[in-house]
């Protein structure tokens, strides 16, 4: 009991530590971004956007989350009946929660609401998270790659490029020894006491990896990730920036992977200086940039907020309550790897 005492207690203490951490990085990141910033210009650009184009932004983030949604029916399809509209609520209660809780918790609640109504083990709907972002980084890393073909980049991007692929690449090769040797999951956790029930999951994620639509995930998550684009292209023509669909991309390149860690409610300051950050890379004035990256997180993130507030308002709870519930499922999950 003191042992268990003591591991929660760490956990607590280094979870604690590392929302004060993010915080404070966000903190430093907005007053850098608000230095020296004209308010008046701000107000002067917000007037003068091209309110077409921004709707078209507004319009694809939204809709870019349905895919998502589909795609993870696709997903645990060959292990329970999934419909697309139940996967695209809770993806998009998660993204609330990702607005308004720290560390990107919208992604635990997310599966947490799919093992409810689905009847899944937490640990599958996780699992096939994890999945997901294979898929993203793989396809992310492969278009990165070509785009330095035709905009040049930093050396230190490129090399967070082979970087992150070899992580990738690793995940991968796990999951697939998983997915595609079952015999030899199940002779590997049968020797260890606390990895017996892992069995329903090894066999769950055997049956997602032999599937049809297994594959069929891995295709629609190109389309997926490059409909990301679209807000961000499109936004950047209604500020009236002169860049490229390539920049367009490299912006998003680099705001996905500086925001995979755990960061502060809604990505904010970090989010800020990232796409201060990329637009440099263009030689995009400072000022420019700054204010640009305020209205790009505000096109992007209060529509998300919206229907999020939505989907929970449907689910009928609040997510106070399922940020507990989803943490002790988490911890159970932990304790007891068949994550019941």
């Given amino acids: 009991m003191l042992q268990s005492s003591g591991a929660g207690g760490r956990w607590w203490f280094s979870r604690r530590t590392l929302i004060l951490f993010t915080n404070i990085v966000s903190i430093a990141c907005l007053a850098w971004v608000f230095h020296d910033m004209d308010l008046r210009i701000l107000v002067q650009d917000i007037k003068e956007m091209r309110w077409g184009w921004v709707l078209v932004a507004v319009v694809s983030d939204i809709l870019v989350y349905v895919l998502q949604g589909y795609r993870w029916s696709l997903l645990l399809s060959p292990v329970a009946p999934t419909p697309v509209w139940r996967s695209v ?12 809780l720290p560390l990107r918790s919208g992604e635990v609640i997310r599966c947490y609401l799919q093992a409810r109504w689905s ?10 998270a994890v999945i997901e972002r294979i898929f993203d980084g793989l396809w992310l890393v492969f ?7 035709f905009v040049p980049l930093p050396r230190y991007l ?10 990738l690449a690793v995940a991968a090769a796990i999951l697939a020894w998983v997915m595609f040797r079952k015999r030899h999951a199940h002779a590997a956790i049968s020797n260890s006491r606390f990895l017996k029930g892992l069995r329903v999951l090894v066999e769950d994620l055997h049956a997602i990896g032999n599937s049809r639509q297994f594959y069929l995930a ?9 409909l990301q684009v679209v807000p961000v292209y499109a936004l950047i023509r209604g500020y009236n920036l002169d860049s490229s669909l390539g920049g367009a991309f490299v912006l998003l390149v680099i705001l996905r992977l500086g925001t995979v860690i755990p960061q502060a409610p809604g990505n904010l300051g970090t989010f800020q200086a990232l796409v201060v950050l990329s637009l440099s890379l263009f030689g995009f004035d400072t000022g420019v940039a700054k204010r640009f990256s305020l209205i790009l997180w505000g096109v992007i993130t209060l529509p998300l907020l919206v229907v999020g507030f939505i989907a929970l308002a449907i689910t009928e709870s609040r997510i106070g309550e399922l940020h507990l519930e989803a943490k002790a499922n988490l911890s159970a999950a932990r304790n007891s790897p068949a994550g019941g």
Avoid: H
């Fill in 119 to 128: 009847e899944l083990p937490f640990s599958v709907t996780l699992s096939s």
């Fill in 143 to 149: 278009l990165f790659f070509l785009t330095t073909r």
């Fill in 158 to 167: 490129i090399d967070g490029g082979w970087l992150l692929l070899i992580i």
């Fill in 89 to 100: 609520r809770a993806i998009y209660v998660g993204l609330f929660a990702n607005e308004v």
């Fill in 218 to 226: 891995g295709m629609v998550s190109l389309p997926f990730l490059l």
